[in-house]
């Protein structure tokens, strides 16, 4: 069973929305804005089964010390096909009233999809780069902690949302719809029972 033949839901995310740093990051103004959403089924037992096998079965080895590992085809089209589901297509629009799961012309097929820039990281990495992101700010405003202070939300972040080494993080460097000069990140955590989407756009 693929995800394609699951049905999706979102589930409450209630636990890491109220963590120091979502509060603080999200508490920032952007233009397109945050999306921030777990999606599973009702049964964790269903889910753990069909995504488990269908992402292990193509699992980079994130060994030796790399952080950062460009995706396969194979992880490139499930992160297409969980846009595309009929779960989530057209569920959440951005703060423009944009969906998220809009695509451009450019990358509308599982074939041209495969020229986003996907990559599979490790914590350390995520760490990193939810650290840019915070340094950063929006266009409007920047958090006015100090970086051992970020950090130290970050932390407490990323261990309330990794449960398992088994956990799998993909980011994405591109958006998938149409583009604006700004900063874009999106972050799929794959876990054994749920999947976290965690994505920010903001254009100046």
Request: glycine share 4%; net charge negative; charged share 25%.
């Amino acid at each position: 069973m693929k995800i394609n033949d699951l049905d999706l839901l979102e589930l409450d995310n209630s636990k890491l929305e109220s963590t120091k740093f979502y509060s603080v990051y999200s508490s920032l103004s952007f233009n397109k804005g945050i999306i921030f959403k777990r999606i599973g089924t009702k049964s964790s037992l269903v889910f753990s089964g069909s995504i488990s096998k269908e992402i292990n079965e193509v699992k980079n080895q994130n060994t030796g010390g790399l952080i950062r590992i460009e995706a396969n085809n194979q992880i490139h089209d499930f992160i297409y096909e969980l846009l595309k589901h009929k779960d989530i297509d057209k569920k959440w629009r951005y703060n423009d009233d944009v969906f998220f799961t809009e695509f451009s012309m450019d990358f509308n097929s599982l074939e041209s999809f495969r020229k986003i820039g996907l990559f599979e990281i490790n914590s350390e990495e995520f760490k990193r780069n939810l650290l840019s992101l915070a340094i950063v700010g929006s266009c409007y405003k920047r958090i006015n902690y100090s970086e051992q202070e970020i950090k130290t939300m970050i932390q407490d972040f990323v261990d309330q949302l990794l449960n398992d080494v088994t956990d799998r993080i993909i980011v994405s460097t591109m958006p998938w719809g149409e583009y604006h000069i700004g900063w874009f990140a999106c972050f799929f955590i794959i876990r054994k029972n749920d999947i976290i989407i965690f994505g920010q756009d903001d254009y100046d």
